[in-house]
């Protein structure tokens, strides 16, 4: 599982994409719990910098594609904001319907969005489309604007559409390439009703087919921009990004981006040997992030491994007490000295934290020998690199220089000790966090944005705590490309397409 919380300022609005009800108090109330430790928020900002226009919630090409077409058809026919509305879900019931029925094999795509809720449907052979398009729990998705807002970040970002309250097309937008490929689904839309057998003659509507498609060529050419784009432009930080992401996948086996991709950015010499890689300006920030990736998961993990010990009212002592049994009785400098190693030679870093995660270790020990040897980086790191990985808020609680002097400070002390001190700090943290977040309810009660809350001494839980990482959106930029035609999965591995290194050269 990743998260994502996608905060980017264009021009004079400020726009949040947030996943399932956007927007609505629910939205806002899963959100604002899913930081209880708020240690995210620099690698989220280094993801939106690194990878504009997409994040963990615009997973395909097709729908940047189908928000213009509507945009385009507003905007030609001067539709008002509720028939633009219903018009945007009528097509997006018809891409989740003409995508189903598509048998498209495994192409690396997840499923159209929307197919979950009407796959009875689907199943039965048919959609009745007025009462799949409606919002609320008959129709396909809950949101009024279906799933426009996950994607409306991006598509302003892109420039593909102008930050308004309905589709509007933006500078970027090219109306005459999302109606050469897309636009059939507009007769689609307007049918009562979508018959799956006679959707046959229509995958080239489906998810998978954009990149045969003009609307697809467009955006593969918005994505990759053009080899004389700046590289601190948005547009130019994409390309680099783009190049980065394709150079690996066209050097190593690359099946899952998140998974596969980020441990060639972060260790070894990939980022010097390889001729592109070393010549593109965002290699470094990439490997800075990667690897401060790995602190930000393992305060996750061990956050969520602490409130797990909650069971009913339990005093705080007996959390910490839980957390120093499950270390070795030694001091921190042994616990320190027992790390592997964090380079194999001067500039190749070894993948320790890597080696850690994926070691039976159990949670908490494991955890926390990631935080130490990651937090050792910051005094082997240098130029870009470390920049990335530190951030402009040096120092601060939880940062890597934070945990390497908390443990320098420590060293000669018992590490179940230091666990016990760490139990504290981390929930006066969790607290002061929710307490920030904190919003009056209608009714002048207090709502705190957390699953843990406290009872004088005591400890209780409301639900456990989510310990996915944050998405730095490989997995969606990989599966955006692969559905413009940039990027396909030949025996379930990705690989770089004729049209793609046309594009990138
Ligand atoms: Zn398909």
Redesign the pocket.
């Given at each position: 599982m990743t998260i994502d919380e996608d905060h980017g300022k264009r021009g004079h609005v400020t726009v949040t994409t947030l996943q399932g009800p956007a927007w609505s108090v629910q939205g806002l109330d899963i959100a604002a719990g899913r930081y209880p430790l708020a240690v995210e928020r620099h690698v989220m900002r280094m993801a939106d910098l690194l990878v504009p226009g997409v994040t963990t919630v615009t997973p395909h090409a097709r729908y940047y594609a189908l928000h213009t077409l509507i945009a385009d058809e507003a905007a030609s026919h001067e539709l008002e904001e509720d028939q633009t509305r219903q018009l945007l879900r009528r097509a997006e019931v018809a891409l989740a319907a003409v995508?189903w029925a598509?048998d498209?094999g495994d192409?690396g795509l997840p499923r159209a969005h929307g197919v979950d809720a009407l796959s009875s449907r689907l199943r039965s052979g048919g959609v009745d489309v007025a009462t799949a398009a409606q919002p609320g729990k008959d129709g396909y998705v809950r949101n009024s604007w279906g799933f426009w807002f996950p994607y409306f970040a991006s598509e302003v970002a892109l420039g593909i559409l102008d930050a308004k309250g309905m589709p509007t097309p933006g500078e970027a937008c090219d109306g005459a390439a999302v109606r050469d490929g897309l636009g059939d689904l507009l007769e689609l839309a307007g049918r009562a009703e979508l018959i799956v057998d006679d959707l046959q003659s229509y995958?080239h509507l489906?998810?998978?087919?954009g990149g045969g498609a003009a609307d697809g060529r467009w955006l593969a050419r918005l994505f990759c921009g053009t080899a004389d784009a700046d590289p601190r432009s948005p547009g130019g930080a994409r390309r680099e990004t783009i190049r980065l992401i394709t150079r690996v996948m066209q050097t190593h086996p690359i099946s899952n981006p998140t998974a596969d991709v980020g441990p060639v950015v972060a260790f070894g010499d990939f980022i010097t040997a390889d001729e592109i890689a070393g010549s593109l300006a965002v290699t470094a920030a990439w490997r800075g992030v990667v690897l401060r990736n790995y602190s930000v998961g393992a305060w996750r993990r061990l956050w969520s491994w602490l409130v797990g010990q909650v069971t009913g009212l339990t005093p705080a002592a007996t959390v910490a007490d839980l957390f120093a049994d499950a270390l070795p009785d030694t001091t921190v400098q042994a616990f320190l000295d027992g790390l592997p190693p964090t380079q194999a030679a001067p500039g190749a870093l070894a993948p320790a934290e890597l080696q850690l995660r994926h070691s039976d270790l159990p949670l908490p020990l494991r955890e926390l020998s990631v935080l130490a040897v990651n937090s050792h980086r910051a005094h082997e790191l240098d130029g870009h690199v470390l920049d990335a990985f530190l951030g402009d808020r040096r120092g601060v609680d939880l940062a890597p220089e934070w945990t390497a002097r908390r443990l320098a400070d420590a060293a000669s002390g018992s590490l179940r000790d230091f666990a016990r001190r760490l139990t504290v700090d981390l929930l006066a943290r969790a607290q002061r966090v929710a307490l920030g977040k904190a919003r009056r309810r209608p009714d002048g009660s207090l709502w705190l944005p957390t699953r843990l809350h406290e009872r004088g001494e005591l400890l209780y839980k409301t639900s456990d705590e989510g310990r996915g990482d944050v998405g730095l959106r490989l997995d969606q930029l990989t599966t955006v490309l692969a559905g413009a035609g940039v990027l396909t999965r030949v025996d379930d591995q990705w690989k770089v397409t004729a049209a793609g290194e046309a594009l990138l050269g």
């Open positions: 995508s598509h498209h192409v995958a489906c998810v998978c087919a």
